[in-house]
């Protein structure tokens, strides 16, 4: 069996050697360059651009700006389901609604007179006062996302109560590569190489942009250097590039510069959260509620789900969540790996532990005491719910029971103060729509194509393991293709649901590919299958056989083909959506885990860091545990930069960030890894698919970062409640 077994990666050798061709390794004859001019104020209008230098320079082909572009690109209809987070097509007007907004794109023949022209463009402006500071308090209707019982009379009636607010703040996507667009026009038809986690939306937004049949647009992502969400929907750089190309009948390659991704390409967006929890003297929750506000931009409606998860991780017979929003004049704010339910955990697991404190009880315990037996949100039982056993395995591996509760106590042998901390995770479970194209080959390949898209998770791989298992043959006879829209229709890579949602599609296909090749068989008349019908046809290590006959009496199935004078054999799969199965308003499916971690604090260095981190997970099957403990691996070192490091800074007089750069926007490196030790329970959920396989691409930061800070207070004594953590406040604590 490949499926269940650690397999390197299939597309590996193409990476390592450089063969792997990502957006902006296309080339074509002709190639010219695109580079976007950014404004410099954050709001306000334009009101004169100076562009007479710009188009005098050498090479320059055109310069872009809302008067020659008005008409040219339109609006996506929400009502078409196609997903975009900034609404408004670029240069549609000469409004400015945030900095680094595009308010012209200069084309020249070489990168370099692009960007040398691009700095020429001048622009004037009538600006307006705006705002980009912190959030207090949402400003728009306070909505009620769940709510169960009388939660306020019962917190003010409890004996224990705990009433904080928990910030997190901008975090800015930073993959290694930049996003990209690649655009060809032939006249007719647009071929679009893009950094994209979804290039079947792609193709839906871009064909609206552009005011074309979405028969006309073609997008291709054969591999992408990291997406965390970032590159879900596509983004104003898209639609100006395939503008550009088709006005000039040439390729044009767009680079986001590393400047431009704080600006105009999402973020995480900052969270103000107020926790207020109740419990009696025993350590069980007789109350839970959760305000928030989350930061959006002016124009668009982004929303990240904090309370996602808090409904039904613990058991409590009052809660109440509610959100609202705090517009600013910011980008819009997109989705980062795990949104919504990481920045929630945090504030969350935060609140439990300090629960557990003002208990006097170890935050293991409480967590254990409320643990629910249905999801109490929804009154339905869990598909399949493991998170006490990933507690207690996670303790007991990291060795919990020798945690000594006070602050500062715990030492290591060279005299670092030690912390210890936990929290648990929760993800969501969902399939999506997909399709599967199956081929068998006469020359023993087999080719399987899907427009999903491998973002560097190893869709390639296990995509090719669950074929490899359905043929009974090697992994090695298999070629997989992905990331083109003309391939059979794929879901979104994203929340931790494309392989999920990939295992019935081909199931479905197997079945329809194992009974064309049984009538084949049948009709072709083999000895070694005697007089059998299809009905009395099985398929054993890539043969053909009698149900009755030892395998090595089949015959592979190239051979049928062959014997057939056929060159393929094909089918298609396909599967909806888990929300509309029999049955699916009756369950909860849902993946748990919990985070174990230890840090190190020296005051005499003012240097803190994580020692060593547990991480035990409840996802179902893993079709791969070698590429599933590197998601949980990155997911981990992902936790700990939002912990301690990764902060996007807004200038108040400008808007700009000011930390745009990979010097000043700190996240955690290879000189932060702590000791990983990751661990995956084997409980296969079949709820969602027949391997029993639910997502774990964001699990494994959820909850992480509360265990630090957790881990933190143990350390120094220090509760952090604003994120990242300051190493100020801990050394002001300890003076």
């Known amino acids: 069996m490949a499926v269940g077994r650690d397999m390197a990666r299939v597309d590996a050798p193409l990476k390592v050697s450089g063969r792997a061709r ?97 700095n020429a463009v001048v622009a004037e402006y009538a600006t307006q006062p705006h705002d980009v500071g912190d959030i207090d308090e949402g400003e728009g209707p306070v909505t009620v996302q769940s709510e169960r019982g009388d939660a306020h009379a019962a917190y003010e009636n409890a004996p224990v109560t705990l009433d904080h607010v928990y910030t997190t703040p901008t975090e800015t996507h930073n993959p290694i590569e930049l996003h990209a667009t690649v655009a060809v026009y032939d006249g007719e038809t647009y071929t679009l190489y893009e950094t994209s986690q979804a290039v079947m ?154 629960l557990a404190e003002r208990l006097g009880m170890d935050p293991l315990e409480l967590r254990l005491r409320n643990e629910p037996g249905v999801n109490e949100a929804k009154g339905v039982p869990f598909s399949s719910r493991h998170l006490v056993e990933c507690l207690r395995t996670g303790a007991q591996r990291f060795g919990w029971s020798r945690r000594d509760a006070r602050p500062g106590s715990m030492r290591a042998d060279d005299g670092e103060i030690l912390g210890w901390g936990m929290a648990s995770a929760s993800w969501m479970a969902q399939r999506l729509p997909a399709q599967i194209g199956l081929m068998l080959c006469r020359d023993g390949r087999v080719r399987v194509s899907c427009a999903a898209q491998d973002i560097g998770t190893g869709t390639y791989t296990v995509l090719a393991q669950m074929v490899a298992d359905a043929l009974s043959i090697p992994v090695e006879r298999i070629d997989i293709q992905l990331g083109d829209t003309r391939y059979p229709a794929g879901p979104v890579s994203g929340g931790s649901m494309l392989t999920g949602s990939l295992v019935p ?55 049928v083909l062959v014997a057939c004078g056929l060159a393929q054999l094909s089918a298609n799969g396909k599967s909806g959506s888990s929300r509309k199965d029999p049955g699916a308003d009756q369950r909860s499916i849902q993946s748990f885990g919990a985070h174990f971690v230890e840090v190190g604090w020296r005051p005499e260095l003012a240097r803190l860091r994580v020692r060593r981190v547990v991480t035990v997970i409840d996802a179902g099957r893993i079709v791969n545990p070698r590429t599933g403990r590197n998601q949980i691996e990155g997911a981990v070192v992902m936790g700990m930069g939002m912990a301690l490091f990764e902060h996007t800074h807004y200038d108040e007089r400008s808007g700009a960030p000011i930390n745009s750069n990979l010097a000043d926007y700190v996240m955690a490196v290879h000189a932060d890894m702590p000791e990983l030790d990751v661990v995956f329970l084997d409980h296969p959920d079949t709820a969602l698919n027949s391997l029993g396989a639910r997502g774990i691409g964001e699990i494994g930061l959820a909850g992480v970062a509360a265990a630090i800070t957790d881990a933190v207070h143990h350390a120094t004594g220090v509760r952090v409640r604003e994120l990242p953590v300051h190493i100020e406040d801990l050394l002001e604590a300890g003076a």
């Open 201 to 354: 939306n792609h193709r839906a937004v871009m064909a609206q942009m552009l005011g074309v049949e979405s028969e006309r647009v073609r997008v291709l992502t054969h591999y992408l250097g990291s997406g965390f969400g970032g590159k879900l929907w596509p983004w104003t750089h898209c639609a100006l590039a395939a503008m550009a190309a088709r006005d000039l009948h040439l390729p044009v390659r767009l680079e986001v510069s590393r400047k431009m991704m704080f600006h105009t390409v999402g973020h995480r967006p900052p969270t103000r959260q107020r926790i207020r929890l109740a419990a009696d003297t025993g350590g069980r929750l007789v109350s839970l509620r959760q305000d928030y506000v989350v930061r959006t931009s002016r124009r668009d409606a982004y929303h990240e789900n904090c309370g996602e998860a808090t409904s039904y991780l613990y058991s409590t017979p009052n809660l109440r969540i509610t959100w609202s929003h705090a517009a600013r004049d910011v980008g819009a704010a997109t989705s980062m790996r795990g949104p919504g339910a990481v920045p929630g955990l945090y504030a969350v697991e935060s609140a439990m532990n300090e």
């Open 22 to 118: 990502y957006t902006v390794d296309h080339q074509f004859p002709g190639m010219v360059y695109a580079v976007p001019v950014p404004a410099t104020v954050s709001r306000g209008r334009v009101q004169r651009l100076h562009t007479a230098r710009a188009r005098s320079m050498p090479g320059v082909l055109n310069v872009y700006t809302h008067e020659n572009v008005r008409g040219k690109l339109f609006r996506v209809a929400k009502a078409s389901g196609a997903s975009i987070d900034e609404n408004r097509p670029p240069l549609w007007d000469d409004e400015v609604r945030y900095y680094g907004q595009y308010i012209a794109l200069v084309v020249a023949d070489t990168l370099e007179r692009a960007m040398a022209a691009a």
């Open 505 to 559: 599609a081909v199931d479905d296909a197997m079945r329809g590919l194992r009974r064309r090749l049984f009538e084949t068989a049948a009709q072709a008349g083999l000895p070694a299958l005697g007089d059998a019908g299809p009905d009395g046809l099985v398929l054993s290590a890539g043969r053909v056989q009698a149900k009755a006959a030892p395998a090595a009496e089949g015959v592979p199935f190239e051979e």
